[in-house]
């Protein structure tokens, strides 16, 4: 089955400094990964998604997110974080085996992002 | 814009009752999706629908069952509801393989 591993918690950074939230994943196959955002009291909002081709991918907010397939991981980047970048990250792998229409979602624990001044 | 509803953001029961929490999309999309979210465990995926009156277990059905009678509606309920599914209850669509849309939640409390 597949699965994504969120190892941080919580990442603290400071405003203007660069960010990474880490993600890696197990999966048969091709790998289809996901980064998605929670604000506070929000649901979840799509931020960007990796299917093929160029290992980095441009999302929204001006964040992006790094495919390395030898070391399994989807990390996702900003190079000059905000504090309104404040929130909870999750990272999702897609089930390659369930073909039906609805994408079947695997999510990580979520990391907590706080950025200060 | 997507525009995903659910009806309540905050619920309060008891043991033993049944609770239905409400999800409502406005784009016409196939699939929707419930969740449940919990510190330290991320979402766990309950139930999904890839059409009306069609549903498919996730990975964390027991105590919970849905309803799908039209295409813009996706009911959880909780037939007998316990301590245990005290929960943020997270519902998404989406008409496509990628993007889910998410609701902004509900809060349930079981006592």
């Known amino acids: 089955a597949q699965s994504v591993a969120q190892p941080e918690d919580q990442v603290n950074v400071a405003e203007g400094n660069p960010l990474t939230v880490k993600c890696t994943y197990s999966v048969s196959g091709n790998p289809y990964l996901f980064w998605y955002v929670q604000y506070p009291n929000r649901g979840l909002q799509f931020l960007l998604k990796?299917?093929?081709?160029?290992?980095l991918v441009k999302g929204s907010y001006g964040f992006e997110a790094e495919f390395n397939k030898s070391q399994t991981s989807f990390h996702l980047k900003k190079p000059s974080a905000l504090v309104s970048d404040s929130a909870l990250y999750f990272c999702?792998?897609?089930?390659?085996?369930?073909?039906?229409?609805?994408?079947?979602?695997?999510f990580g624990t979520g990391t907590r992002l706080q950025v200060t001044l | 814009d997507v525009k995903v509803t659910q009806s309540s953001r905050y619920l309060v029961k008891r043991t033993g009752e049944k609770v239905f929490l409400e999800c409502v999309q406005d784009?016409?999309?196939?699939?929707m999706f419930w969740y449940r979210q919990d510190p330290g465990l991320g979402l766990r995926l309950i139930y999904f629908?890839?059409?009306?009156?069609?549903?498919e277990k996730g990975d964390i059905p027991e105590g919970y069952s849905v309803s799908r009678e039209k295409k813009e509606r996706f009911s959880l309920i909780l037939e007998s509801a316990s301590t245990n599914q005290t929960s943020m209850y997270l519902c998404?669509?989406?008409?496509?393989?990628?993007?889910?849309?998410f609701g902004p939640g509900t809060r349930l409390t079981v006592t």
């Open positions: 629908s890839y059409d009306v009156k069609m549903k």
């Open positions: 784009m016409d999309h196939e699939n």
């Open positions: 990796y299917i093929t081709g160029d290992n």
């Open positions: 999702a792998v897609r089930d390659p085996l369930y073909t039906g229409t609805a994408s079947k979602l695997t």
């Open positions: 998404a669509s989406t008409s496509s393989i990628w993007e889910q849309y």
